[in-house]
C-alpha cells in the first residue's frame, strides 16, 4: 500500500509519548451497578470513546481496498495475531458429550496467557518494553472466557482497548489509523470467528434476537461508516444477497452480513431482527449515529458488560481532568 491517508488535524498521537507512565497491571474497578457513574466519568471512558470516534471519521467512505500506510508495528501486530490463528490449527477440537463451548479453547487460552506478555513486547518500541505487562492484560481479555468458553462485545472491547494503549505508548500512530482497522481489526475478526467456530463458543451476555449480532459490535459502527455517501449501496441492499456477494470485500459491514447468513438458517428479520430494522433508515450515516448511540447504551453503559473491564495507568479509572 503506497500512500499514507493524511489525518486533518494533528493528534496528541503524533507527539512522542511521555515518559512519566508509572505502567501498573490492570485491574477490575467496576464492582456494583452504582459504580457504573464513576466509569462514565473515567479518562478512560473518554479515552476509549475518542479512539473508537477518531476511527471512525478516519474510515468515512474509504473502501478495504484504498490506498494506507502498513507501519512495521501494524505488520508485528498481524503475525501476532497469525500465531494466535496457527495456534487454533495446533488445538483441534476434543470429542464431549457437550456441543457447545468446546474444552479444548481452554488448551488453546492457556498459550495466549503464557505468552501475552512476550507477544506485546515483540509490538512494542524497545524503550516501551516496561509497558507489556499492562498492555498484555487487554489481548489475554480480548480473546474470550476460558472459564464459560464464551465472547462478546466486552472481549471485542478489550481489544480496542489494547489497540488504543498501543497509540497512547506510541506504537501505533495517527498515520496507522485505516491500517488499524483495515488490516489488524479485520484479522482479528477473522481469528475470533475461527475461535467461534471451532470451539463452539457461547455468545457471552447474549441478548438473542434482539441484540445486534451475537459477538460483535464496533465492525458495524466503522463498517457504516465506510459506506457513508456511497453511490449506489444503500442499507436496504444488505439484506440483498447479490449486493452481499459482490462487496463484502470491500466493506466491513457486508463482510458481518456474509458471516451471518453463513452462519444462522431462516428469515433474517427473524433470526437478526435489530439489523433487519437498520436496513430501513435511510442513509449510512443515520444507521453510523444510531450504532454509535446503541453502543454506548447497550454495551459501555451495561453493568454485566463493564464489570469485567480492567483499569490500569493507560486507561485510567480516575475523573477526567476538568
Known amino acids: 500500500m503506497a500512500e499514507t491517508e493524511q489525518s486533518s488535524g494533528s493528534s496528541h498521537e503524533d507527539d512522542k509519548p511521555p515518559v512519566n507512565f508509572n505502567f501498573i497491571v490492570p485491574k477490575k474497578e467496576i464492582s456494583m451497578v452504582p459504580d457504573m457513574g464513576k466509569w ?140 488499524i482497522i483495515f488490516k489488524v481489526f479485520d484479522k482479528y475478526l477473522l481469528v475470533m470467528r475461527k475461535l467461534q467456530k471451532t470451539y463452539r463458543m457461547e455468545p457471552a451476555g447474549s441478548q438473542g434476537v434482539w441484540g445486534l449480532d451475537d459477538f460483535q459490535f464496533l465492525p458495524f459502527i466503522w463498517g457504516s461508516a465506510q459506506l457513508i455517501d456511497h453511490p449506489t449501496l444503500e442499507p436496504r441492499h444488505f439484506l440483498e444477497e447479490k449486493a452481499v456477494n459482490e462487496y463484502h470485500h470491500d466493506y466491513m459491514f457486508l463482510e458481518c452480513i456474509k458471516f451471518i447468513n453463513e452462519m444462522k438458517t431462516g428469515p433474517f428479520a427473524e433470526h437478526s431482527n435489530q439489523l433487519w430494522n437498520i436496513s430501513a433508515v435511510p442513509s449510512w450515516s443515520k444507521v453510523n449515529q444510531g450504532l454509535i448511540r446503541m453502543y454506548k447504551a447497550e454495551c459501555l453503559e451495561k453493568f454485566p458488560v463493564i464489570q469485567h473491564f480492567k483499569f490500569g495507568s493507560l486507561l485510567s479509572i480516575q475523573p477526567v481532568k476538568p
Request: negative net charge.
Open 40 to 179: 462514565k466519568r473515567s479518562q478512560a471512558y473518554a479515552d476509549y470513546m475518542g479512539f473508537i470516534l477518531t476511527l471512525n471519521e478516519g474510515v468515512k467512505g474509504k473502501k478495504f481496498t484504498c490506498e494506507y500506510q502498513v507501519s512495521e508495528t501494524v505488520e508485528k501486530l498481524l503475525a501476532m495475531l497469525g500465531t494466535l490463528d496457527r495456534w487454533i490449527d495446533e488445538t483441534p477440537p476434543v470429542d464431549q458429550p457437550s456441543r457447545f463451548g468446546n474444552k479444548a479453547y481452554r488448551s488453546w487460552y492457556a498459550k495466549l496467557e503464557q505468552d501475552a506478555e512476550t507477544l506485546v513486547m515483540a509490538i512494542l518500541p524497545s524503550d516501551r518494553h516496561d509497558a507489556a505487562p499492562e498492555i498484555a492484560v487487554y489481548l489475554k481479555e480480548s480473546v474470550g472466557n476460558s472459564t464459560r468458553i464464551d465472547y462478546g462485545t466486552g472481549h471485542e472491547a478489550a481489544f480496542a482497548a489494547f489497540l488504543c494503549c498501543l497509540c497512547k505508548v506510541g506504537a501505533l500512530r495517527m498515520e496507522d489509523q485505516l491500517a
